[in-house]
């Protein structure tokens, strides 16, 4: 059933707005990054704003004002005010899952009031904080040991989506905060590889393992934990009062966490109104408080609150997130757009592509809207990147060159904490000469001046007007990541309220997870399973069997 927000609200292409934006994006398709400029000298200072910490330059996108005040009537005519206002107040906007949404109540201040079911939330969120806190100065100190008394040096989380890819992401890009005396490594596939170069070097006695769950039922994730474990128990003379020393949990599921064997006492707990993909600020984050330390962390809460409150008040035409999400949905709705790059030219943000994925696409990769009907307008793009320069002598071939026509979020700073040389202008540099030439091109006549013999002119034109965001900001600190995190999960919500379809749940899952669970039988029953699946699975699990010796 559908909130009574999207009950009001008529189905998209019905609305005003996406009428008019379908008229007006035959006249913008014809135009030209080039001409836009040409036209209005001030465009690349015009089309820019600046909140939280992040400068966005939208210029270089193909727009006009009125494409921008369209999009803008469409944001209103979607209710997005009301979808906010929704959010922030705890309704249970999550319809399939009949829970709210509430990440934004995880960086709330102390002494803010959220009411979910009538009760302030806020407090909860601030005692596990507190607990986190403690729990990481013990171990940072030494204070915590082992069974044989060793100090912690490994910490292991073992987690998988949105109980893995935050926390990478979050330990590599703030690695320049983090304590180095601790190693930090992370296991989530079911891959066997994965644990055992995990802890391939490890010493048992001075490891601890996170296991983090929201449900603590996930096949990967508690396969890992038993293997981690075995692991321990094997290398430290089977003790099994040593779990309590070596093994903590991160989950929602308290009574699966002492099933296992962890004492509760030793669990972090958050809540069903957050969702795994925008859950690394909650006790998920456990890891990279233990990296970067409680006053980081909490740093980096600020960061994702100013954001919060960046677009729950300011106005959409000035709103960070709002902006990005709206030109989205133009390319994906009027352009065909089918992916967005993400390039961060930052190594440390190396795996924010990958942890953008599962946000962006395990939210709004939905084919039916709120209500269950089947959409006929295409939603969530795919999302994919590298960090700059690299992908330059990769996939960038295409963006200039291909077919395709491939929006793209450039992210930089203007400072970096290893500041060797040339090598920050000279990376600076690869950002803004890659939006230029992506939005400019080069002309035939612009080859042709150049000497270029004629036969080799084609292959030397850049058409340019391909569209790019650039988002600057000063440094990576905690605070830059959680705006920038904030940043994108509010894009995310945004995009979903225009598309109408439930960004917090994951059915999409299911099927394979389920069929999974029936077949891992089937490969390791000694007796001939009788197998009812379509020829070719049949054929590829006997297969399996035969090279297994069975
Ligand atoms: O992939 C499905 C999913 O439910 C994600 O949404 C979630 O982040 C991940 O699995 C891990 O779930 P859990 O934290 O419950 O182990």
């Not at 690695?175 to 992370?186: I, K, V």
């Not at 960061?303 to 997130?321: A, Q, S």
């Not at 002598?393 to 400072?415: E, K």
């Not at 400019?440 to 292959?459: I, S």
Request: charged residues 20%; contains cysteine.
């Amino acid at each position: 059933m559908a909130t009574s927000v999207a009950e009001e609200i008529k189905p998209l292409t019905e609305r005003k707005a996406w009428k008019a934006l379908e008229a007006h994006s035959q006249t913008i398709r014809e135009s030209h990054l080039r001409d836009l400029f040409a036209d209005d000298p001030r465009r690349g200072e015009r089309l820019t704003v600046e909140a939280a910490g992040l400068f966005l330059d939208y210029s270089k996108n193909r727009v006009t004002g009125q494409t921008i005040r369209l999009l803008l009537d469409l944001a209103e005519e979607s209710g997005l005010r009301q979808r906010i206002n929704a959010m922030f107040s705890g309704e249970k906007i999550n319809v399939t899952e009949k829970r709210a949404v509430l990440h934004v109540a995880l960086r709330a201040p102390k002494g803010a009031s959220i009411l979910v079911d009538g009760e302030n939330v806020v407090p909860h969120v601030h005692e596990v904080l507190d607990r986190m806190a403690a729990f990481t100065n013990r171990i940072r100190s030494g204070q915590w040991t082992g069974h044989s008394g060793k100090p912690i040096k490994n910490i292991v989380n073992i987690g998988i989506g949105g109980s893995d890819l935050g926390p990478v992401m979050a330990y590599e890009a703030l690695r320049h905060f983090s304590n180095r005396d601790l190693n930090f490594r992370f296991v989530s596939n079911v891959d066997g590889t994965d644990f055992a170069e995990a802890v391939h070097d490890l010493d048992p006695e001075e490891t601890l393992f996170i296991v983090s769950s929201k449900t603590f039922t996930t096949l990967e994730t508690m396969t890992n934990a038993h293997t981690a474990r075995t692991w321990l128990l094997e290398g430290i003379g089977g003790h099994q009062s040593s779990i309590a020393k070596h093994f903590v949990a991160v989950s929602t599921n308290a009574a699966e966490v002492s099933k296992f064997g962890i004492d509760t006492a030793n669990m972090f707990g958050f809540w069903d109104w957050v969702g795994g993909r925008y859950s690394m600020d909650s006790a998920i984050g456990l890891s990279t408080m233990l990296a970067i330390g409680p006053e980081n962390f909490q740093a980096m809460l600020d960061g994702f609150h100013e954001m919060d409150e960046h677009f729950r008040t300011v106005p959409f035409e000035k709103n960070l997130p709002v902006l990005l999400a709206l030109l989205t949905v133009w390319y994906v709705n009027f352009f065909d757009v089918a992916t967005i790059a993400i390039l961060p030219y930052e190594q440390y943000l190396k795996r924010f592509p990958a942890y953008l994925q599962q946000l962006t696409m395990e939210s709004n990769g939905k084919h039916v809207t709120l209500a269950g009907e089947r959409v006929n307008y295409a939603t969530c793009p795919i999302y994919w990147g590298e960090p700059g320069t690299n992908g330059q002598h990769s996939f960038y071939q295409l963006i200039h060159q291909g077919t395709r026509l491939i929006p793209a979020d450039f992210i930089a700073f203007n400072r970096t904490p290893n500041n060797l040389g040339r090598h920050h202008d000279i990376l600076l540099a690869n950002v803004f000469a890659q939006t230029e030439a992506l939005a400019f091109g080069k002309t035939a006549e612009q080859v042709k001046a150049e000497g270029t013999p004629d036969w080799l002119v084609p292959h030397r034109v850049f058409e340019g007007n391909r569209p790019s965001n650039t988002i600057l900001a000063d440094e990576l600190t905690p605070k830059a990541l959680g705006r920038l995190v904030a940043l994108y999960e509010h894009n995310v919500f945004t995009q979903g309220t225009i598309w109408q379809v439930n960004s917090f749940d994951q059915w999409g899952v299911e099927l394979g997870k389920a069929l999974a669970q029936r077949i891992i039988p089937e490969l390791e029953n000694a007796d001939e399973p009788n197998l009812q699946h379509d020829s070719s699975t049949n054929n590829l699990i006997r297969r399996y069997r035969k090279a297994k010796g069975l």
